[in-house]
């Protein structure tokens, strides 16, 4: 059974009883050194008719405060028992959880979840990607891309590059991009998206850009006028370092 002091049953801090126990000793002292100086502490001049007062006073406030330092005060400590741990009896029976074929856990993992974070970026970038492209501004769609690049046919190694294909494509007469607006987005990653089983040209695509299966397509459904259906555009994303970034297209 552990003791502790006063001081600790009333949760003073150790400092606080220190300063307390000079007060006492000044006290103490002071019928017998008035007015002298001991360096830490000076004690104060007493009159003669108050150091009659403090010689009883002063050693009955000194030993309080000794006595106050003292362990002399119990403390219940609770001793571990054999019940803090459950009785066998106690402890519920677990149904063991089969344990997945290698197959389910493949799918499990290299297909994430269309909620994830990098799904909705991939998302995000598919819509801005329409609006640079309604706009023809090629820098914000350098910005998203990440080379090498897939573009009609071709595979662009940089910035260059980008910026000569559509100086190209904005020389060759195209209808009006004013009309176009933008129906669905949805995101597959390539795994989902070669599941469909073999399509030469996606596959061609795929064999000349950098990749692996847990990055993500992009389908857009865009309309012309009052065409609600539209058509299907597929936007090629790369996840690169924490970003994800466009890696081509393909109408």
Not at 209 to 215: F, M, P, Q, S, V
Request: aromatic share 10%; with cysteine; charged share 20%.
């Amino acid at each position: 059974m552990d003791k502790i002091s006063l001081f600790r049953v009333l949760g003073l801090p150790d400092s606080f009883g220190a300063v307390l126990l000079i007060l006492a000793l000044i006290l103490l002292l002071s019928p017998y050194f008035s007015g002298a100086d001991f360096g830490i502490f000076k004690i104060p001049v007493i009159s003669q008719p108050g150091r009659k007062s403090i010689k009883i006073l002063g050693p009955i406030v000194f030993i309080l405060c000794v006595l106050s330092f003292l362990p002399v005060f119990s403390t219940k400590t609770t001793a571990p028992t054999s019940t803090a741990q459950p009785s066998p009896a106690l402890i519920p029976l677990v149904t063991p959880t089969p344990i997945p074929t290698p197959s389910s856990t493949a799918n499990a993992t290299s297909t994430p979840s269309l909620g994830s974070a990098d799904a909705i970026a991939a998302q995000k970038l598919g819509a801005e990607w329409f609006s640079a492209m309604k706009r023809h501004d090629v820098e914000v769609l350098i910005h998203m891309a990440d080379f090498p690049f897939y573009f009609d046919q071709e595979i662009l190694a940089g910035p260059d590059d980008m910026r000569r294909r559509f100086r190209d494509s904005a020389s060759k007469p195209n209808s009006d991009t004013k009309t176009l607006h933008l129906g669905s987005v949805k995101a597959r990653t390539i795994a989902e998206w070669k599941q469909g089983g073999f399509e030469a040209e996606r596959d061609r695509i795929l064999g000349n850009i950098t990749y692996n299966d847990n990055d993500f397509v992009v389908i857009l459904t865009i309309g012309n006028g009052l065409n609600t259906e539209g058509e299907g555009v597929v936007l090629y994303m790369r996840k690169v370092g924490s970003k994800i970034k466009l890696a081509g297209f393909w109408d």
